[in-house]
Nanobody, 122 residues
């Protein structure tokens, strides 16, 4: 599975941003997928994941501010971020695993993109 993220950039605090992850190499509808983020000097942490059946799950820290959604026609996973906070500034990664369910543990995922950087200005 090949994953390519895009959509990162600079956003003002309180603004909105949509990240995209284009997937190829495996039937998109059979992928469990997730968004992770990594702060400088820290391990990657989960943001949200979605099962192969389209059931989303969110970390408490972003609940209500982000939406993970798949576009099955475009083989693309999105992360809509609203009311962006300064602490959301990080490198964001897309992950996938051809399996059932989804996980907040990065070791569960076999495929990763290279990431897209989000910076937040106040």
């Amino acid at each position: 599975v090949q994953l390519v993220e895009s959509g990162g950039g600079s956003v003002q605090a309180g603004g909105a941003l949509r990240l995209s992850c284009a997937a190829s190499g495996h039937p998109f509808s059979q992928l469990a997928m997730a968004w992770f983020r990594q702060f400088p000097g820290k391990k990657r942490e989960a943001v949200a994941c979605i099962t192969e059946t389209g059931n989303p799950k969110y970390m408490t820290s972003v609940q209500g501010r982000v939406t993970i959604s798949p576009d099955y026609a475009e083989n693309t996973l999105y992360l809509q971020m609203n009311n962006v906070l300064p602490e959301d500034a990080a490198m964001y990664y897309c992950a996938a695993h051809a399996s059932h369910g989804c996980s907040f543990h990065e070791d569960w995922y076999l495929n990763w993109g290279r990431g897209t950087q989000v910076t937040v200005s106040s």
